[in-house]
């Protein structure tokens, strides 16, 4: 059953669609295999360090993530006068905490956000320092 499942959600996710039926009838978002998370180039230094990822200042009630979609915008509205700063590909199965998929607070477009949890190292598959 479980191998149905997995089947079922990986051929949802090759045809591009959005949502699940859930078995209580209610939809659900797709998680996508990848999200990202855009840093400083200092907080990942600092990170090294730490048993996780180091939050920025945008990242104090919960962590701002994104799809590879969604990058562009990111940098463009947050990063742009960055000369230097770091893409981090994350397995969202390896986030701790309830990852959740919502409008900013007088937005329309939806982003992952992560509450009450971190990023830890295992989490990041791939690391990407970006420079002007």
């Known amino acids: 059953m479980k191998l149905l499942v997995?089947?079922?959600l990986i051929v949802a996710v090759v045809l591009g669609?959005?949502?699940?039926?859930?078995?209580?009838?209610?939809?659900?978002?797709?998680?996508?295999?990848e999200l990202y998370k855009i840093l400083s180039v200092e907080d990942w230094e600092a990170s090294k360090f730490l048993p996780r990822i180091k939050r920025g200042t945008m990242d104090q009630d919960f962590i701002h993530l994104a799809t590879r979609e969604q990058l562009r915008g990111v940098r463009d509205k947050f990063w742009a006068e960055a000369k230097t700063y770091v893409v981090l590909s994350l397995s969202p199965s390896a986030l701790s905490?309830?990852?959740?998929?919502?409008?900013?607070?007088g937005g329309s477009s939806k982003?992952?956000?992560?509450?009450?949890?971190?990023?830890?190292?295992?989490?990041v598959?791939?690391?990407?320092?970006?420079?002007r």
């Open 6 to 8: 997995l089947i079922i």
């Open 111 to 123: 982003y992952y956000h992560l509450y009450d949890g971190e990023i830890p190292h295992g989490a």
């Open 97 to 105: 905490g309830r990852l959740v998929l919502e409008s900013n607070p």
């Open 17 to 33: 669609f959005k949502t699940y039926r859930t078995l209580s009838g209610s939809e659900a978002p797709l998680v996508p295999a």
């Open 125 to 131: 598959s791939a690391v990407k320092t970006v420079q």
